[in-house]
């Protein structure tokens, strides 16, 4: 799509169009249109992330608890965001063997008790291994230090999903 197609969508168009970027989280799209019109994708992407920035902790909580776990079965089958099961599955977390299944899984309950909140990765460019590793690596933090590590991920996810969705020109 191009910049000046975004610009021109009214309220209704754009939340449609975008209202799924950040996990169903619309008012995330909502609050981004308040920056119209653009003056290029990066200020699109810019007021995308400032929107989840400028989130009270509270509702930004709830957003980080509404992200899809990673390499869960029933996450890639259910009601995810096209974009998350393209970026799972392009990492390789559709095709874990048992044993990384089992890993995955025990690791994803591990982290969600600790946290109250899923393991969140911008998956795009890594391996299933990869992957592993973060999670292992992650899993023995602080809260704060995964709140804020969850947020700057987020942030990556989204600027990778606009810039798929919108001409760089």
């Not at 119209?36 to 909580?61: K, V």
């Amino acid at each position: 799509m191009k910049l000046s197609e975004v610009n021109a969508l009214s309220a209704t168009g754009f939340s449609a169009e975008f209202g799924a970027i950040a996990e169903h989280n619309s008012w995330v799209a909502e609050r981004a249109a308040k920056a119209r019109p653009y003056a290029d994708r990066s200020a699109m992407i810019r007021a995308f992330q400032q929107a989840i920035l400028d989130a009270t902790p509270t509702e930004r909580l709830e957003f980080l608890r509404g992200h899809p776990d990673l390499a869960c079965r029933a996450a890639m089958a259910g009601d995810m965001t096209q974009e998350s099961k393209s970026e799972k599955a392009g990492a390789g977390l559709g095709q874990l063997t048992s044993e990384e299944f089992a890993r995955f899984t025990t690791l994803n309950e591990a982290y969600r008790a600790r946290f109250e909140m899923p393991f969140i990765l911008a998956v795009r460019g890594a391996t299933k291994h990869q992957i592993l590793a973060a999670f292992e690596n992650r899993v023995g933090g602080t809260l704060d230090e995964e709140l804020l590590t969850a947020t700057a991920q987020v942030l990556r996810i989204v600027r990778f999903r606009l810039e798929d969705r919108v001409d760089a020109g």
